[in-house]
């Protein structure tokens, strides 16, 4: 199976479990989606994650989180930038994810971060994919 674009294929495992109310999915590994996964740990959209290997293939395992009314805490997954057409921002023009409550993956040039912190260190970079 060939897929033309990771990030999507990702959120949409993350979407989709969270739907079926998985406790776990498996993602496989790369650099960007560990940092992905690493900023919603930090902002605490899932539980945990840790890499594992299977068949020979590396993965990342995130533990996915709900309330106590076994509701999940990610309400939204959307991709903005994708291979095809790309967006970028500067920080003056960094958008804000449901006034704030969500949160934006952003590439900058000295990492991946959220909008809120590339817009404080005065970064601009390619708009990933946004979270709430």
């Known amino acids: 199976m060939s897929v033309t674009d990771p990030i999507s294929d990702m959120l949409t495992k993350i979407r989709n479990a969270n739907l079926a109310k998985f406790e776990k999915v498996d993602i496989p590994t790369s650099k960007l989606k560990l940092e992905i996964i690493k900023i919603l740990k930090n902002e605490g959209f899932i539980k945990n994650f840790?890499?594992?290997i299977?068949?020979?293939?590396?993965?990342?395992?995130?533990?996915?989180?709900?309330?106590?009314?076994n509701s999940p805490i990610i309400h939204g997954l959307k991709r903005i930038s994708t291979p095809g057409r790309r967006f970028y921002a500067g920080?003056?023009?960094m958008p804000r994810i449901f006034n704030g409550y969500g949160v934006l993956i952003v590439s900058t040039?000295?990492?991946?971060?959220?909008?809120?912190k590339a817009?404080?260190?005065k970064?601009?970079?390619e708009l990933i994919c946004s979270i709430w």
């Open 119 to 121: 817009a404080d260190k």
């Open 109 to 116: 040039s000295e990492g991946v971060t959220t909008g809120k």
């Open 54 to 69: 299977e068949e020979n293939r590396n993965y990342i395992r995130i533990f996915l989180k709900y309330d106590e009314k």
């Open 91 to 93: 920080y003056k023009k």
């Open 123 to 125: 970064l601009g970079g």
């Open 50 to 52: 840790k890499k594992h």
